[in-house]
Nanobody, 124 residues
Framework: QVQLVESGGGLVQAGGSLRLSCAASGRTFSAYAMGWFRQAPGKEREIVAAINWSGGSLYYADSAKGRFTISRDNVKNTVYLQMSSLKPEDTAVYYC?????????????????WGQGTQVTVSS
C-alpha cells in the first residue's frame, strides 16, 4: 500500500500560481504512476494531469495544457503540480492518486490509492 498526503492548496487571485505537492509513503514510490485529479462542487472528479513512473511520459487534460506542469521526484517520494495562470474555474479540491504499474492511466477507475485532497480557490 501507499499513503498519499497533498499540500499546497489555498486561496489565490486569478492569474496567480500555486504548487501542489503530494508526499507518498509506504511501498516503493517508483512502482506507481501518478495522477492529479480535481473535483469542483456539483461536478464529477476529473483528471488534470498524469505522469509515468520515471517522469518521462506526461498527460494533461485540455484545461491544464500550457498552464499546469506535473513532475515527480522519486528520491523525495513526491509528485508535484505546478499551476500557473489560474482561473476561477480551476477552483476545486485537488487529489493526487497512485496506480500500480509504470504507465499512467487517464481513467479514474484505474487509480488504487488516493490522498485526502487539498482545496484550491481562485478568486476573480
Amino acid at each position: 500500500q501507499v499513503q498519499l498526503v497533498e499540500s499546497g492548496g489555498g486561496l489565490v487571485q486569478a492569474g496567480g500560481s500555486l504548487r501542489l505537492s503530494c508526499a507518498a509513503s509506504g511501498r516503493t514510490f517508483s512502482a506507481y504512476a501518478m495522477g492529479w485529479f480535481r473535483q469542483a462542487p456539483g461536478k464529477e472528479r476529473e483528471i488534470v494531469a498524469a505522469i509515468n513512473w520515471s517522469g518521462g511520459s506526461l498527460y494533461y487534460a485540455d484545461s491544464a495544457k500550457g498552464r499546469f506542469t506535473i513532475s515527480r521526484d522519486n528520491v523525495k517520494n513526491t509528485v508535484y503540480l505546478q499551476m500557473s495562470s489560474l482561473k476561477p474555474e480551476d477552483t476545486a479540491v485537488y487529489y493526487c492518486a497512485a496506480t500500480i504499474g509504470s504507465s499512467y492511466s487517464t481513467s479514474i477507475h484505474r487509480y488504487n490509492y488516493w490522498g485526502q485532497g487539498t482545496q484550491v480557490t481562485v478568486s476573480s
